[in-house]
């Protein structure tokens, strides 16, 4: 199905299909399925009609996947989408998308997004400081551990300008963008939901630190060998990793991947790659 | 939000909250939030009264995010909730999540998956033959485009698993995986979701091949300078930098990031990054 999010008109209308029956009005998408989008108020039992002769309709015509898509404030159509055996596909803050599948053969919907994408800072100075911080809330909280700033990538947000983003948020200071390191993936980090984090080098280009009050107890400079003594370091495999790899980096020899802005027929992105190598 | 999924009793007993008022049951969360879960029917108004109720209680406890889960089949409560203020956090197949925040101050609500993730596969034999394939469905279908296998990553899936799995499904051969090569990120995707899409090198295990029905229209091992020539690939800034990395690798002259088991106290994980470099 495409992402399209073209609106339809009212549904409340319908539309005349062949041989008269009233069906929802709906966008078809490359994949043989078809979207309706409700707009519009109505009765639960009309819609539930009106559901039923256009899946009757839209079964003659081979149409694959069915997608309802419901405002928030329509939310009481649901049930009578789910009483004909649609279920759910995602929801945002203000939709529910359901989905329903035709054919007698499996269905090939694609899946619902997957992943949660993170960072981690790695911002140290020409004194050989690293940029940490102490959370007020989650994990490590009263802990007294000094640790990276981190943060969630946004929808719609680069991993560099996130990493930028969060550094200055969390401890005022501004940045520029260097290079993913390393990655992590992990898997029932959030309701389920998988996890990437990438741990991200960036180069400080102001000094003065302005600690966010809401989230963040204290923020520093800190020398770099007393932030990797600390027990909590020592006595995490992943955290000794990305030590180590980041020593390499502040020694000169390691590389990782540097974002570039490529362009595809259909859309812009940016490709993260060993540049160095590719020379 | 932490993100248990400790199912609750019976919310139609409720609870006995201080003062004889009776609150839905909860699960609390260490971030100062509650979560119920709906598990039995209910009388939409009688539930609508309980939620009035436990609000008022979660209220004067300082409660701040309420979450409430509900599944498919007790859609029809959800309208209630949305009255009371509620928005959607995200739906999987069987459940609807709803949300309120209690507190004046802004919500700190964490957000929803917001990536999907996706392979394209680099299997390169002995005689520098690429396994490539045309697709049955699609923005390619029938132009005659001989391209990398490709699929997505699944929820709870390894990167270096999902580009094996989707090799063997899309074409027969079995691979064992060496690196991610490069990464792009974009956005507006899929339902406006963001996308995170991973050029793996994978070594063939065996050569022998057997296109999948469903999804592609044939598939064969290709001269990698024929592979390249095609006017798809040259006319496309991204092939062009993949195809420039994916000649270097296969000429020994590029590193890519390497996946590696590593445990953190919590979880389990797979840290990808520049091995070569971190010896």
Not at 27 to 49: C, L, N, Q, R, W
Not at 238 to 256: F, H, Q, V, W
Request: glycine fraction near 8%.
């Amino acid at each position: 199905m495409s992402a399209s999010s073209s609106s339809c008109t009212n549904p409340m209308a319908g539309e005349e299909a062949k041989g008269g029956v009233t069906v929802l009005p709906v966008v078809e998408d490359k994949y043989g399925g078809v979207m309706t989008e409700i707009s519009h108020p109505m009765d639960p039992s009309a819609f539930s009609a009106l559901l039923q002769s256009s899946l009757s309709s839209w079964t003659l015509q081979g149409k694959k996947g069915v997608w309802i898509k419901l405002p928030r404030q329509l939310i009481g159509l649901a049930e009578a989408a789910v009483k004909e055996g649609f279920w759910f596909h995602h929801a945002e803050k203000d939709y529910l998308m359901l989905v329903y599948w035709i054919p007698i053969e499996g269905d090939t919907i694609p899946s619902n997004a997957s992943h949660r994408v993170g960072i981690g800072a790695f911002v140290i100075n020409h004194n050989k400081e690293v940029l940490v911080v102490q959370e007020k809330t989650g994990r490590f909280q009263g802990q007294g551990i000094w640790k990276f700033p981190t943060g969630v990538v946004n929808e719609g947000e680069y991993i560099h300008d996130g990493s930028v983003r969060e550094v200055k948020e969390e401890t005022g200071v501004d940045t520029e963008f260097v290079q993913v390191l390393a990655f992590r993936q992990t898997h029932k980090a959030f309701f389920g939901k998988s996890d990437l984090f990438f741990v991200c080098m960036l180069k400080p280009l102001s000094l003065e630190i302005n600690a966010q009050e809401t989230e963040i107890e204290a923020a520093q400079w800190m020398p770099w060998d007393e932030y990797t003594k600390q027990p909590f370091v020592q006595n995490h495999e992943l955290l000794r990793y990305m030590t180590a790899i980041c020593s390499a980096k502040a020694n000169g020899d390691y590389e990782g991947f540097t974002p570039l802005r490529v362009s595809a027929p259909d859309q812009q992105g940016n490709l993260y790659f060993n540049t160095r190598d590719l020379r």
